[in-house]
């Protein structure tokens, strides 16, 4: 395998995941602010049932590309893309979507070149795996459900549809009055036989109490009729569980192609990261990493007891001698997003995509990161470790990214993906704001992205530096957080001493406790905000 080759024949993450995905943002900003002809009587809005289908793409797109789907996220751009040119006739929108449609088909070129690149970096060796395929699990399961609620929404949108038509057949035209604008959305008129009926328009700016509105009315069934009702959105619910069905159909069937001939492996090291995540090394640099659904057990433990981890995380203790990691073989696809198979004393172990080898928080227990950090300044408890200036600003940022979220779906409030946007913005302000670290005399306080832990003294190992960033490990498991980069230079010694200092008192029986960061609280009110509104 020829590794620096095929490194460097990836198409780089931030392509997809910036460049594209926030293309896709600036182009509907674009199209969501050009000028569209208003509702009238001679020229209604009448729902569009294709368009409502090519949301489905419109979404998809910014969310495959976030989540390393890229092909098919570039496809979905692209026919986004040629959609709108077709159905929308607005001028803006369609050179918006044009142009990202053309970048997303540059990528997906360059995508395509890069995993043919990749490939045959990879060597020559080749395989059958062994046995059969496995079994079609739950995936099979959960896409046959996503079809038939697929085609049971197609069914509503059908009847729903049926009922409008028999109801406008029916109607007669009158002339209503509004008497009410509540909400500054929410526009109320009355009838002539007293009657009254509330719509929320396009445009409700443009209506004031008392002027007349053309309706339909059929008994209580009353519609504007510059504005039919619209329940094309059925289409696009069915539309979406129907394509996450032809996903999960085409990644199953990928990973059961690997059984049909002879594919690439190449033989690496197995070394576990985290729950069920091993990263993956050839010749001492890491080529990728896999997810698998168990604990493949690939690693001896490395130390006797937590005692000594402790010992020699802290610097007082040699490590012991590291056994070599397990070699798997990797068979199947060998790029970036590919479907592979681990095998292990020649049987497959596990099928999994090939990903991206990124900085982790959580780094595992046998690992010795940085230096050791000795106690060595005095502080006054109770102490904290408030972010700096650089965080701060970056947290006023996000802030404002999630109230343009807001304020983009009180008038866009299909776009679903604008919320999630503006959650994630939230959760990462509300911690810029945060405490990193908070030391008291009986326990320290780490802040994170979900959780805040309060680790007891007693239960605190130690601490270790790489460069402006510590490594705290803990627990009777010797689990270990990675702090953000911290201001303080002397936040490590002062976490060591106030550490000293603590165990003089001996409190034995405490425990680390976990809860949720009060973050997640603040984005489960503007998810809640975003529902209200």
């Not at 496995?134 to 038939?148: D, E, K, S, T």
């Not at 302000?429 to 832990?453: C, N």
């Not at 490590?492 to 603590?502: D, V």
Request: proline share 7%; with cysteine; net charge negative.
């Amino acid at each position: 395998m020829d590794l620096q080759r095929w490194q460097a024949a990836a198409v780089p993450w931030w392509v997809t995941k910036v460049g594209l995905a926030g293309g896709w943002v600036v182009a509907f900003y674009f199209a969501a602010s050009a000028n569209e002809a208003p509702c009238t009587t001679a020229q209604p809005c009448v729902p569009d049932p294709l368009f409502a289908l090519a949301v489905v793409p419109l979404l998809a797109t910014p969310l495959l590309l976030l989540f390393g789907r890229v092909l098919t996220g570039c496809a979905m751009g692209v026919l986004f893309g040629a959609l709108d040119i077709v159905l929308d006739g607005s001028a803006a929108s369609n050179i918006a979507f044009g142009l990202h449609a053309g970048a997303c088909a540059v990528v997906a070129a360059w995508t395509v070149r890069s995993r043919a690149d990749q490939h045959e970096a990879a060597g020559a060796t080749l395989v059958s795996l062994p046995d059969m395929p496995p079994q079609r699990g739950v995936l099979r399961i959960v896409a046959v459900l996503l079809v038939v609620f697929g085609f049971l929404t197609f069914v509503q949108y059908d009847i729903t549809n049926g009922e409008i038509e028999q109801h406008v057949a029916n109607a007669s035209r009158v002339e209503a009055e509004i008497v009410e604008i509540k909400d500054t959305h929410e526009v109320w008129v009355e009838l002539p036989d007293e009657q009254r009926a509330g719509f929320e328009p396009l445009a409700p700016e443009t209506y004031e109490v008392g002027d007349a509105v053309p309706v339909l009315a059929d008994g209580t069934w009353v519609r504007m009729e510059n504005e039919p009702e619209d329940v094309t959105w059925w289409l696009t619910l069915g539309g979406a569980a129907v394509f996450f069905a032809i996903m999960l159909a085409v990644r199953e069937r990928r990973r059961r192609a690997l059984w049909t001939g002879p594919v690439k492996a190449v033989r690496v090291q197995a070394v576990p990261i985290g729950p069920r995540r091993i990263l993956l090394r050839h010749t001492n640099s890491d080529v990728a990493t896999v997810t698998t659904l168990a604990d493949l057990g690939l690693e001896e433990p490395l130390y006797h007891d937590t005692e000594q981890f402790g010992r020699v995380w802290r610097g007082e203790e040699d490590p012991p001698v590291r056994l070599d990691p397990a070699e798997v073989l990797v068979a199947g696809e060998l790029h970036h997003g590919g479907q592979v198979a681990l095998l292990l004393d020649g049987e497959v172990v596990a099928t999994s995509t090939l990903g991206r080898v990124r900085p982790r928080h959580t780094v595992h227990s046998a690992h010795l990161p940085g230096e050791p950090v000795t106690a060595g300044t005095p502080v006054d408890l109770p102490h904290a470790v408030w972010p700096g200036d650089r965080r701060r600003t970056e947290g006023a940022v996000l802030l404002l990214g999630a109230a343009g979220a807001l304020i983009a779906l009180k008038y866009y409030p299909d776009l679903i993906v604008l919320a999630l946007i503006g959650v994630q913005c939230v959760l990462s302000a509300v911690t810029r704001f945060q405490p990193m670290l908070r030391l008291d005399h009986k326990s320290v306080v780490l802040y994170t992205g979900i959780w805040t832990y309060r680790v007891p003294w007693a239960q605190l190992h130690g601490v270790r530096r790489s460069g402006p960033q510590l490594m705290l490990a803990f627990g009777p498991h010797g689990d270990v957080l990675t702090t953000p980069q911290l201001p303080d230079r002397q936040a490590g010694e002062k976490l060591m001493w106030a550490r000293a200092r603590s165990l003089l008192a001996d409190r034995p029986g405490e425990r680390v406790t976990r809860r949720l960061n009060v973050s997640v609280l603040v984005g489960l009110a503007y998810a809640g905000l975003v529902l209200f509104i």
